[in-house]
C-alpha cells in the first residue's frame, strides 16, 4: 500500500527565507506527483505536476524535483512571501489513477 | 480552462436527513470524477470513483448505500449523504479528470463543508 510522508509537519519562516519542503513515498511506481496549495476552508490549488519521467518542473517562485528510484520529492520555494503561507500538499498517481496524499505541510511566512 | 465547481459550498442539516453535493465540471467533459473528504488537520482521503453512466467505485472502508454517487452526465456528478450523523461532519472535494487532462491530472473543485448537528 502507497504511503506518502511529508516533513516538516509544520515549518515558520521569516519573509525571504528559501525553503524546502519535503515529501517521500514507499512505492516507487507512480505515473506522476503533483504538489497542492490548500489555503484554509478551501480546496486544492496544483502547483506543479512532474511526470515520472522527469526529474523536475519549475514555475515562477517554485521549483519541484523528483527521485523516483529513492522515492523522494521536493519543493523548493524562494524568496518566501506572507502570502505563501498555506498548506502545501504532495500527492502520487499510481495505478488505477488513483491520488494518494500526504498529511501536508503547515508553512507560515511571517512577514 | 480546467474549472470545477460545487455546491453548496457549505451545508448545515439535522442528524438523519439526507444532503446532496453537486460537482460540475465547467468548461470540459469528465470522463472520471472522484470524491474525497478530509477531516480537519488532516489530508485528503479518497472515497469513489465514478465513471460517467457506470456505478462507482468506492475505496475500502466506504459505505456505498450511505454515500451514493451518481455521474449521470459527463459534466454532473452528485454526492449523496443519506442519513447524515455527526461523525459525517467533514470536508468534501471533488476532482475531475478528462479534456483538458493531460498525464491524468485532475482538477479539484472548491470543497462542500458539510456540518451535521
Known amino acids: 500500500k502507497q504511503e506518502v510522508t511529508q516533513i516538516p509537519a509544520a515549518l515558520s519562516v521569516p519573509e525571504g527565507e528559501n525553503l524546502v519542503l519535503n515529501c517521500s513515498f514507499t512505492?516507487?511506481?507512480?505515473?506522476?506527483l503533483q504538489w497542492f496549495r490548500q489555503d484554509p476552508g478551501k480546496g486544492l490549488t496544483s502547483l506543479l505536476l512532474i511526470q515520472s519521467s522527469q526529474r523536475e518542473q519549475t514555475s515562477g517562485r517554485l521549483n519541484a524535483s523528483l527521485d523516483k528510484s529513492s522515492g523522494r520529492s521536493t519543493l523548493y520555494i524562494a524568496a518566501s512571501q506572507p502570502g505563501d503561507s498555506a498548506t502545501y500538499l504532495c500527492a502520487v498517481v499510481q495505478l488505477g489513477n488513483k491520488l494518494v496524499f500526504g498529511a501536508g505541510t503547515i508553512l507560515r511566512v511571517k512577514s | 480552462g480546467a474549472v470545477v465547481s460545487q455546491h453548496p459550498s457549505w451545508v448545515i442539516c439535522k442528524s438523519g436527513t439526507s444532503v446532496k453535493i453537486e460537482c460540475r465540471s465547467l468548461?470540459?467533459?469528465?470522463?472520471?470524477m472522484f470524491w474525497y473528504r478530509q477531516f480537519p488537520k488532516q489530508s485528503l482521503m479518497l472515497m469513489a470513483t465514478?465513471?460517467?453512466?457506470?456505478?462507482?467505485?468506492?475505496e475500502q472502508g466506504v459505505e456505498k448505500d450511505k454515500f451514493l454517487i451518481n455521474h449521470a452526465s459527463l459534466t454532473l456528478s452528485t454526492l449523496t449523504v443519506t442519513s447524515a450523523h455527526p461523525e459525517d461532519s467533514s470536508f468534501y472535494i471533488c476532482?475531475?479528470?478528462?479534456?483538458?487532462?493531460?498525464?491524468?491530472?485532475?482538477?479539484f473543485g472548491p470543497g462542500t463543508r458539510l456540518t451535521v448537528l
Open positions: 468548461d470540459f467533459q469528465a470522463t472520471t
Open positions: 512505492d516507487s511506481a507512480i505515473y506522476n
Open positions: 476532482s475531475a479528470r478528462g479534456g483538458y487532462s493531460s498525464y491524468n491530472e485532475q482538477f
Open positions: 465514478s465513471n460517467e453512466g457506470s456505478k462507482a467505485t468506492y
